[in-house]
RNA sequence: GGCGCAUUGGUGUAGUUGGUUAACACGCUGCCCUCUCAAGGCAGAGAUCACGGGUUCGAGUCCCGUAUGCGCUACCA
């Protein structure tokens, strides 16, 4: 039997880092077992389902590189198959009509509600699960919808016995009868609700393994009786730890913002290999320890039963720009930005250079090779795809900011940087040829004539050339911006104009 | 309230059927390298394995209880 997953996000809003691991633990299955993996939208809440939404979730899959087997299904479109599938538990006496009028609920306080009304239930010793339309008689039932009385359709869930099933990743779960209420199949404007329409989807799917947020291990036990009223095999299940923000508590777009959502990770320079591979480790960990791996390496390597039970903490600061997510996640960007093949990080500098206004079209062609040189030379320190237009932009561009702390420290404490500066721009200007070596030569020779020392000239004259107090090796910067450039940006006074602060 | 699940250094995790000094990665500290910052190398701090009992010659690993957190308990998904 083929292995069929499935991701299925209902599309309110944006991808949630937890949807994203779920889709990205669905894949790998998927791929591991060369099976398919599917995408379902399950949008059956039309009122909070936007087509932006959508959008959102299928480029974030495209970016985390997860591509989709089949065509995607809309959860809405099936609307009618599911309505149809309760009205025959129905016929068959599996389900019920509940005439029961609505009680309206107000959705800020669900859970109070729910807790209050159980306790009074005990109080009271009044059985939950109980209900007089169970057992009203067919005729009767009939004749009360076909008069067009509303009605909810409600599984028959047995009285006596308990549900069973063997947990990929949580082990046997079992629980009585007793513990579950008649679960409503369809709302009583016939609107079918969630735990019927997963269930009928993914039989109609052909899904053999559903791999899901732990959320959801205590409702599968209804799934599973929905599936034997349906008379269709019971898939296997592997429920995943979840992940919760620094406080334990839950990870919401309301109480944490962009850090929880995927397109964040995209559109702050993130590597999506990088963030893939940190997502992988968010509850599964690799059998021989080694933790930087390639698509091609988590995909043999996955397994369900490596992965944990205990939830994952996403540990971000949020009160520190410089650590806005998970230090881990931004390490394992700087290692792949560093260590990945440069044609590869290439065209995701391109788009970013380009966003910026600082791509040109001879990188391309003619200066493909000094571009390739220059982004060696300065990835081995950047975290994100950013830092190529921000702290990497005077390397592409004559207009470029200085650091003022930079300038203080390696300009304005020498009363005669600005004359020293001056004389190692003469002196680059007649070295030939101009390259690492001789560069070094002129401003060691330099440094000895003017009876400075060199570190003092390195250090100004890479804040003259690249606005700031750190960066590459000086002689690589001289080679790379070139004579001319060199020179120029020496002779500058703009950063000896500037005001103290 | 009921039911379920979880609990190893700050974070992510390893710890096979109970057996020595609890391992790895990130982060943190120091040193080396050095023109700065990274990277890299070296060294180090940090865990009475939530707590309390029990079984055992011996428990992070098995059992019971407690606490805490999370989830479900909805005509939400």
Known sequence: MT???????????YLHIGAARSALFNWLYARKSAGKFLLRIEDTDLQR???????????????????????????????PKHRAAAHRLVEEGKAYRDFTP??????????????????????????????????????????????????????????????????????TQERSHSEIEDLVLLRSDGHPLYNLSVVIDDIEMGITHVIRGQDHLTNTHKQILLYEALGAPVPRFAHLPLILAPNKGKLSKRKHGEVVS??????????????????????????????????????????LEGIGRANAIFNFHENDPRRWTDDKALWMNAEYIRTMPL???????????????LWREEYDDDDRDWLLKTLDLIR????????????????????FDFDETAVNKNLRKEPRMRELMLGLADKLETVEPFNMETAEAALRAYADEAGVKAGLLINGARTMLTGQAVGPSMFEIFDVLGREASV??????????????
């Open 3 to 13: 292995v069929r997953v499935r991701f299925a996000p209902s599309p309110t809003g």
């Open 262 to 303: 995927l397109t964040t990770y995209r559109d702050r320079g993130f590597v999506p290999a990088a963030f893939r591979n940190f997502l992988a480790l968010l509850g599964w960990a690799p059998p021989d320890g080694k933790e930087v791996l390639s698509k091609e390496e988590l995909v043999q390597l996955f397994s």
């Open 49 to 79: 389902s936007t087509d932006e939404s959508t959008r959102s979730i299928i480029e974030g899959l495209e970016w985390l590189g997860l591509d989709y087997d089949e065509d995607l299904v809309f959860q809405s479109n099936n609307a």
């Open 343 to 357: 044609e590869e990080l290439l065209p995701m500098v391109k788009t970013e250079l380009r966003a910026n206004k």
């Open 102 to 171: 609505k009680e309206q609920r107000d959705d800020k306080d669900v859970k109070q509600n729910i807790s209050e009304r159980a306790r009074a239930q005990q109080v009271e010793g009044v059985d939950p699960r109980s209900n007089p339309f169970r057992e009203l008689a067919k005729e009767e039932s009939d004749r009360r919808a076909a008069a067009g009385e509303p009605f909810v359709v409600r599984l028959k869930v047995p009285a006596e016995g308990a549900t069973k099933f063997d947990d990929i990743v949580y082990g």
């Open 488 to 501: 120029q940006r020496l002779r500058s006074g703009i950063p000896f104009q500037q005001e103290t602060l």
């Open 380 to 399: 081995q320190r950047y975290f994100t795809l950013k830092d190529f237009s921000g702290q990497g932009r005077a390397y592409f561009s004559d207009d």
